[in-house]
């Protein structure tokens, strides 16, 4: 897919926090505890390969966890109340939210004919991983992106979304009342 994203590398590259330095940092964990990761004998090497994949998958889930439920803040207590960081959140709120991977597709300047909101398997299966580090960035730091081709521009975004328990079967994603409804590119 020809694509013009010569802002979305500069935004990659300058980001504090991206899937490349969340690998780095497991594998400056494992390298700097050699004794409790590091074997001796035949298939060490497989093995530490699979250990690293392992623990970098559980950071990315932790991850992309703390970046979806980051309005979790503390409140500030005050004499009489509290005064949460944001001033929209509902102190009552006790949802577990996901990150969810948004694309809009448009052609010229119609109205958008796709918005899907997608987890991370589905976007996997459906566009691979390589696609995904690509346009959405596996943690959601290439978002807000977009890249287009002739007059079809697709839009990529991250989005926080609930979670009705802590696993979701396929008949509850498939129901009206826990269904996502995008908001419109207007």
Known sequence: MASELDSVNEKASSAPFTSDHLRNLVLDHVLDNPTIFLGDGPGAVEK???MLDSLTAMA???ALQSIANRMHLEALPTFNSRIHADPNHDLNDDKLYEMRY???EQIGSEQPFKDDVLT???AIAEYGGDFIEQYWG???ERCPNSATTADRTL???VVRYPVSGQALSQ???DSPKNGYRAPSLG
Do not use: D, H, P, Y
Request: charged share 25%; aromatic share 10%.
């Open 48 to 50: 530490l390969t699979t």
């Open 60 to 62: 990315e889930k932790v």
């Open 102 to 104: 948004r694309i809009v």
């Open 120 to 122: 991370k398997a589905e």
């Open 138 to 140: 596996s943690m959601g």
């Open 155 to 157: 839009w990529f975004s």
């Open 171 to 173: 008949t509850n994603q």
